[in-house]
T-cell receptor, first 114, second 111 residues
Framework: DTAVSQTPKYLVTQMGNDKSIKCEQNLGHDTMYWYKQDSKKFLKIMFSYNNKELIINETVPNRFSPKSPDKAHLNLHINSLELGDSAVYFC?????????????FGPGTRLTVT | EDKVVQSPLSLVVHEGDTVTLNCSYEVTNFRSLLWYKQEKKAPTFLFMLTSSGIEKKSGRLSSILDKKELSSILNITATQTGDSAIYLCAVWFQGAQKLVFGQGTRLTINP
C-alpha cells in the first residue's frame, strides 16, 4: 500500500544515454512534483504538475522532460545524460498545490552517470 | 531572493539529550513552514506551521514558528538513536508557488 512509488530505485548509466524514471501515487492527490537532491542534500524543485498541467518549470535544462499521462503518474525523461545529473531524484505529491497541503515523497531514485 | 537557512548543519549528541534545530527564512510573502525528517530514503513529514498554527507538538518533538524573527525551531527531547536523521525545513513562497528547502541539519544520536 505504498503511497508514492518510484522506479527504478537505482540507475547507473553512461554519459550520453537517455533514461526515464517513473512515479506513481495512490493517494488521490491532484499535484505531483519532481525534486533533485544533490550530494550536499539540498532538495530543489524541478517540476510541478496539477491535474496533468505543468505549473512549475524551474531552470532545468531542456534535456529533462516530465510527462503526466494522468493525475496519478508523473514520469521524468532525461536525454543525453551528463555527469552533473548524478543525484537522487524524488517524486512527491500533495492534495493540491496550495501552501496548506504537505507533500509526500517517494523513496527516491539514485542516478549515477559514469 | 527567497532563502531558507538551517543551523547547525551538523549536531552530535548523546541519547537522552535535548536538541534544538533552527530554521530561518527570508521571504516576501510567507505562507507556511514545514519540517521533514529524512533517514535513508524519502523525507517524511513532521509538522506544518502557518500564521494560524504557530506551535505543533507530537510526542517528544515540538516546533514553534516565530513570524517576527522569521524563524522556526524544532525541539526533540529525550533523544533516541532512532532520531538520527537529516532534518529538513521548507518554506512555501507564495510568489513562486513552490517549497524552498534549507540545506538540512544532520543529527546524530550516540548511545
Amino acid at each position: 500500500d505504498t503511497a508514492v512509488s518510484q522506479t527504478p530505485k537505482y540507475l547507473v548509466t553512461q554519459m550520453g544515454n537517455d533514461k526515464s524514471i517513473k512515479c506513481e501515487q495512490n493517494l488521490g492527490h491532484d499535484t505531483m512534483y519532481w525534486y533533485k537532491q544533490d550530494s550536499k542534500k539540498f532538495l530543489k524543485i524541478m517540476f510541478s504538475y496539477n491535474n496533468k498541467e505543468l505549473i512549475i518549470n524551474e531552470t532545468v535544462p531542456n534535456r529533462f522532460s516530465p510527462k503526466s499521462p494522468d493525475k496519478a503518474h508523473l514520469n521524468l525523461h532525461i536525454n543525453s545524460l551528463e555527469l552533473g545529473d548524478s543525484a537522487v531524484y524524488f517524486c512527491a505529491s500533495s492534495q493540491d498545490w496550495l501552501p496548506s497541503y504537505e507533500q509526500y515523497f517517494g523513496p527516491g531514485t539514485r542516478l549515477t552517470v559514469t | 531572493e527567497d532563502k531558507v537557512v538551517q543551523s547547525p548543519l551538523s549536531l552530535v549528541v548523546h541519547e537522552g539529550d535535548t536538541v534544538t534545530l533552527n530554521c530561518s527564512y527570508e521571504v516576501t510573502n510567507f505562507r507556511s513552514l514545514l519540517w521533514y525528517k529524512q533517514e535513508k530514503k524519502a523525507p517524511t513529514f513532521l509538522f506544518m506551521l502557518t500564521s494560524s498554527g504557530i506551535e505543533k507538538k507530537s510526542g517528544r518533538l515540538s516546533s514553534i514558528l516565530d513570524k517576527k524573527e522569521l524563524s522556526s525551531i524544532l525541539n526533540i527531547t529525550a533523544t533516541q538513536t532512532g532520531d538520527s536523521a537529516i532534518y529538513l525545513c521548507a518554506v512555501w513562497f507564495q510568489g513562486a508557488q513552490k517549497l524552498v528547502f534549507g540545506q538540512g541539519t544532520r543529527l546524530t544520536i550516540n548511545p
